[in-house]
C-alpha cells in the first residue's frame, strides 16, 4: 500500500527542510512524496531538488502559481497514485519516525477509509517546547456540530473516497479543512479509525492561529460548513470549543506523550 505525502508550499525555505527531512527518515519507504509550490522566489525549488537523488522517483515537484493553499492542496490530492493521501504543511514535520507504517499497519488491521492521530505545537524559536497538545482521542461524529474536528495534519484519507468527496471548497478562508472534514465524517460518514500517536509538530503562526481575527473568520466558515452540509448548529455551541482549546493548553505543560508504536482502535 503506497501513501501519498502533500506539502503546499510559498517561501518556506527556511522551514522546509524540517518537512523534508522528517519524510526521509519515515521507517515506511513505501510512499510518494509531493510537493506542490506557489513558485515561491526564496529558494524552495533549489532545496527541494537538491533531495532528488535521496527521494529518486518518489518526489514530485510541481512550481506554479496557485490561488492559495487549500487550491496548492487540491493540485497535490489530484496528482497522487498512492492508495492514502496525507497533508503535511511546510513549517511543520513528523513526530515520530513511526507515523507512516503506524498509518500502513491501521489501515491493514481494518477495512477504514480514513486514520488520524494527534498533533502538538511548539514556537518557532523552541521547537522542542510543546506549547500546546491537540489529542484526536475524545473526537466524535457528534461532536462537530460543536467545531471539532480531528487534528488535520493527523488525517490519512483513501485516495479514491479523497478525490470522490473530499475535494477542499477553496471558497473558505480559513476553515476550508473542518468544511472537507465535516463533509467525509459527517455527511458520508466514511468510516475512520484513531492511533494514539503523536503525528506531527506544529510550528504557531499558521492562518489557524493568527489572533482574534483569526477565530472570527473561524468562527464565520465552522457556521457557514454546517449551514451548507445541513448540519444544525449555534454560535454557543461552536464557543464551547474554546474552553476546550484552553484546557489543552493548560495541560501541555505536562509534557508530551511517549512516542513509540501504539496500537490503534476504531471510533
Not at 501513501?3 to 522528517?22: F, H, Q, R
Not at 489530484?78 to 503535511?88: H, S, V
Request: with cysteine; proline share 3%.
Amino acid at each position: 500500500m503506497k501513501i501519498s505525502i502533500v506539502t503546499a508550499t510559498y517561501n518556506s525555505v527556511k522551514t522546509l527542510k524540517d518537512t523534508i527531512e522528517s519524510v526521509l527518515g519515515q521507517t515506511c519507504q513505501d510512499y510518494e512524496y509531493i510537493v506542490i509550490d506557489g513558485n515561491s522566489t526564496d529558494g524552495t525549488q533549489a532545496l527541494v531538488e537538491s533531495y532528488r537523488d535521496r527521494f529518486g522517483d518518489r518526489l514530485v515537484l510541481v512550481s506554479e502559481p496557485d490561488k492559495g493553499l487549500y487550491d496548492a492542496m487540491n493540485k497535490g490530492i489530484k496528482r497522487a497514485t498512492g492508495d492514502f493521501i496525507g497533508m503535511l504543511n511546510s513549517d511543520d514535520f513528523f513526530s515520530s519516525p513511526y507515523v507512516l507504517e503506524t498509518v500502513a499497519e491501521a489501515i491493514a488491521a481494518d477495512d477504514v477509509d480514513a486514520v488520524y492521530g494527534d498533533v502538538h505545537y511548539v514556537k518557532p524559536s523552541r521547537i522542542d517546547r510543546c506549547v500546546r497538545y491537540y489529542s484526536s482521542r475524545h473526537f466524535s461524529r457528534g461532536r462537530m456540530r460543536l467545531g471539532f474536528m480531528p487534528a488535520h495534519p493527523s488525517f490519512y484519507c483513501r485516495a479514491a473516497v479523497l478525490k470522490e468527496f473530499g475535494l477542499f471548497d477553496t471558497g473558505y478562508k480559513v476553515a476550508a479543512d473542518f468544511e472537507q472534514m465535516l463533509r467525509l465524517i459527517y455527511v458520508q460518514r466514511i468510516r475512520t479509525r484513531y492511533v494514539p500517536l503523536d503525528f506531527v509538530t506544529m510550528r504557531t503562526g499558521g492562518i489557524s492561529n493568527a489572533g482574534l481575527k483569526s477565530h472570527l473568520q473561524i468562527m464565520k466558515d465552522h457556521r457557514r460548513a454546517l449551514k451548507a452540509n445541513g448540519v444544525w448548529s449555534s454560535s454557543l455551541l461552536l464557543s464551547l470549543r474554546y474552553i476546550y482549546k484552553a484546557a489543552e493548553v493548560a495541560t501541555s505543560r505536562l509534557g508530551l506523550r511517549t512516542q513509540r508504536k501504539p496500537k490503534s482502535h476504531q471510533s
